[in-house]
């Protein structure tokens, strides 16, 4: 997390607070953190977190009421052409001109960034390719289907190889195959070109497989900001599956989980023993029920995942 402002980072915040007028609480509430060049970060929150406002102060859209932000070692808000200029960002439902094609949509886009539609198709040309879209570009915005128009919107958002790429949902409206082509473009754009990636997703698994580090926001504040099998061991568990032959053999496991406070749930003939690793209390639950003539069929173990971490931070900072 944060320190000073490193201008070696792509995105440093120190104490960076957004309140908006009107507003009781602050959308961001000294938020502090760092971003270094080719890394790809998760942004994790719940809904009303303080996510869009904190890519929002990252774009320079609007200023911090207090704390600082810096994008390249510059301040997006006093120096937004500069800081803008490196940054490529595809958000969930950004505007199209519906009656205009997908290739007109990107020369509009190219001309308001004030690029050359000549210097920028060739690479414009390459993204589609690979994403699919090149025989979709002539038609109609309206005409596209969802998958189509959140993969235009990525081809928008890198009309240039851009320093710092902001995600925004991007698999939004893609099935598995589209998903998986945007994320292996991701990394190819990270491992060749030294991307920096600013990530959210509701998908979370998502966040765990392209991830280096997740930052993890609530009412507008940073939880943890840390690598995501880090955030698993902190503050995930293990769960024990038990099968046996019946329900009321499920109750004497059942019991005996709770005589050693630990949480379990009985679904007919299993029995989920939370937080505990199978190697940790097998061998007591194997003793007791050969004790009371209960027969283990079957057990299997696992870890918690990302989501399942991510979902017991942010109900805890709830309370």
């Known amino acids: 997390m944060g320190g000073g402002i490193v201008a070696t980072d792509v995105v440093s915040a120190v104490e960076l ?18 971003i270094a060049r080719g890394e790809t970060v998760g942004l994790l929150g719940p809904n009303g977190a303080g ?3 904190l890519m929002k102060l990252i774009c320079g859209v609007t200023p911090p009421t ?21 940054i490529g960002a595809m958000h969930q439902s950004g505007p199209y001109d519906e009656m205009l094609s997908g290739l007109d949509n990107l020369k509009i886009a190219a001309k308001f960034r004030g690029l050359s539609w000549q210097a920028v198709e060739p690479w414009a040309a390459e993204v589609a390719g690979y994403l699919g879209l090149t025989e979709a570009l002539p038609r109609l ?4 289907s969802g998958g189509q128009r959140q993969r235009l919107q990525l081809v928008r958002a ?15 409206g893609l099935d598995v195959a589209g998903r998986h082509q945007v994320e292996q473009f991701v990394r190819w754009l990270r491992a060749e070109h030294g991307v920096t990636v600013l990530w959210t997703s509701h998908h979370i698994e998502e966040i765990e497989r392209n991830c280096q580090r997740v930052l993890v926001v609530s009412a507008g504040r940073v939880l943890r900001f840390a690598q995501p ?13 038990v099968t046996v032959d019946d329900p009321i053999a499920a109750k004497v496991v059942a019991e005996w989980a709770d ?4 949480a379990a749930t009985v679904d007919d003939t299993e029995v989920q023993i939370d937080g505990a690793a199978g190697r940790d209390v097998l061998p007591g639950l194997t003793l007791h029920c050969q004790d009371a003539g209960v027969a283990i069929t079957g057990f299997t173990t696992a870890a918690d995942s990302l989501e399942q971490v991510f ?9």
């Open 66 to 86: 207090s704390g600082v932000i810096q994008v390249f070692g510059l301040d997006p808000a006093q120096d937004p052409v500069r800081a803008k200029s490196g």
């Open 311 to 319: 979902l017991r931070m942010t109900e805890k900072s709830a309370l």
């Open 17 to 34: 607070t957004k309140r908006y007028r009107g507003k009781e609480t602050p959308a961001v509430d000294g938020i502090s953190f760092d």
């Open 259 to 262: 005589g050693e406070g630990l």
């Open 229 to 241: 099998r880090e955030l698993v061991r902190e503050y995930g568990g293990s769960r024990l599956v």
């Open 51 to 53: 996510k869009t406002t």
């Open 141 to 144: 915005v309206f005409q596209l």
């Open 158 to 172: 890198l009309l240039t190889i851009p320093q710092l790429l902001i995600l925004d949902e991007p698999s939004a």
